[in-house]
């Protein structure tokens, strides 16, 4: 189906395959092209989105405490969170290119209101299993990267680099902004209305995906940002499991898929899985209060936008493959330092720590998506899905093995450490990648 836009009438009229409109004004000419009102509202989506991913760290206490649950039990839950979370992302991809960008992202932030919604009526683990874990996995798989990486793909010839950096800065924006907001409810009015608070920030940003979001540029009858050529909008492509599957199986044969995919399982083990997650309720069993460590993590999201930024603007100019070698080294480095940074109190050596994470937190994803493009081209939106599900799996598994660990040893120091350890093998798998990736993107 083809989509009008109210504010192009005249363009409308003409069927998008039909070629591009006549020549605009001069005046319309200086106007931004409409790629980058497109990346705005995916950028202020992302950042409503992300209230729900800001929750799980500060819930970990509170639910021990009130129900007795272990740590173990809500990490499990938070671990299906985010597996679901990835292995949602490459059909969620697949369903974009059958029904639409903004049909698939409207009926994801629905079901991640009614999943966080129905918590506060929770008396059992399955139920936080079920309602946290399954619906509000499935929906947020339905969007974050898998909507940034087909927005880029539908809308951007070029700095493709770049707005992917900026798209996945939103995630940092909207934890920077959520983060001490739920922080604080928590600490004053229990997790609840901290939990409603969710609900009503995913369901506020539907009626904005539904007005101003635009599948691809012929709905409005413009080219891709960059672009030489007028390119017709494809037809729906039906079977989006089996187009999934089949592109899985496809890549699968492929020695990057692996490398890519074992690298990005450790970023989400690293970052989602253990600091997301964990962070807060570590830095509360050495005294710290719950606020300033969950205003900590948000400070990551302040220099996570300019990391995640810079990262995409190095991706437009340097071996992608070196760019991940280095963050994944420097996040190591810093990993092995955090046990004994963690105290009661913030002081400049924890500070720097959280500087030096918060530019290294996704800067990893910019380079990983480049390198998705250039092993798998048209593909690519798909492929990065999978990839994406190897993250949150990755992610998952730390999340309940930290929680594990806490129980059983008392401490989160092994499980950082471990952490360190895994982001040295990411650095050298990162290194391995030959071919077509040694080229810039």
């Known amino acids: 189906m083809t989509h009008t836009s109210p504010d192009l009438p005249v363009r409308a009229e003409a069927p998008a395959s039909a070629g591009p409109p006549p020549g605009p004004s001069p005046a319309r000419r200086r106007r931004p092209h409409r790629a980058w009102s497109v990346a705005a509202v995916t950028f202020l989506t992302l950042i409503g989105a992300a209230g729900f991913a800001s929750l799980p760290g500060l819930l970990i206490d509170p639910l021990h405490d009130e129900f007795h649950w272990s740590r173990g039990t809500i990490g499990f839950a938070v671990s299906v969170n985010l597996a679901l979370y990835g292995l949602t992302a490459p059909f969620a991809a697949a369903l974009m290119d059958r029904f639409g960008i903004r049909r698939v992202a409207a009926a994801a932030l629905t079901v991640i209101a009614v999943g966080a919604g129905l918590t506060v009526y929770m008396t059992a683990s399955w139920q936080l299993i079920l309602l946290w874990g399954v619906l509000v996995g499935l929906g947020s798989g339905s ?63 539907v009626p904005l995906v539904w007005l101003l979001l635009r599948d691809h ?105 070196r760019l991940l070698a280095v963050y994944y080294g420097l996040r190591g480095l810093s990993l092995l330092f955090l046990p004994v940074l963690l105290s009661s109190t913030v002081h400049p050596p924890m500070v720097f720590f959280i500087v030096f994470y918060g530019l290294d937190w996704v800067a ?46 008392g401490t989160y120091d092994p499980v950082w450490y471990a952490s360190g350890a895994l982001c040295a093998l990411a650095a050298l798998m990162a290194l391995v990648l030959r071919g077509r990736a040694g080229a810039r993107t």
Not at 160 to 187: D, H, K, N, W, Y
């Open 364 to 409: 990893t994803v910019p380079p990983t998506l480049a390198l998705c493009r250039l092993y798998y081209g048209e593909d690519s939106a798909i492929v990065f899905g999978w990839v994406l599900a190897a993250h949150q799996v990755g992610a998952a598994l730390i999340a309940y093995l930290g929680g594990l660990a806490r129980d059983a040893f």
């Open 143 to 205: 969007m974050a990267l898998a909507l940034a990486a087909t927005v880029t793909n539908r809308w951007f010839v070029a700095r493709r680099g770049l707005v992917t950096g900026v798209l996945t800065a939103a995630g940092a924006s909207g934890q920077l902004i959520f983060l001490p907001l739920l922080s604080m409810i928590v600490e004053r009015h229990s997790w609840r209305p901290a939990a409603v608070t969710v609900a009503l920030a995913a369901l506020a940003v």
């Open 217 to 321: 540029p012929a709905d409005v009858g413009v080219r891709p940002y960059g672009a030489e050529e007028f390119v017709p909008k494809p037809p729906p492509r039906h079977g989006a499991a089996r187009r999934a599957l089949r592109i899985l199986v496809s890549a699968a044969k492929t020695g990057p898929f692996w490398l890519l995919s074992g690298t990005f399982a450790i970023c989400g083990a690293t970052t989602n899985g253990l600091v997301k997650t964990h962070f807060v309720p570590a830095a509360h069993d050495h005294g710290m209060p719950m606020t300033a460590a969950a205003s900590l993590l948000a400070v990551i999201g302040i220099f996570d936008i300019a990391g995640t930024v810079g990262s995409g603007w190095l991706t437009d100019r340097f071996d992608t493959r």
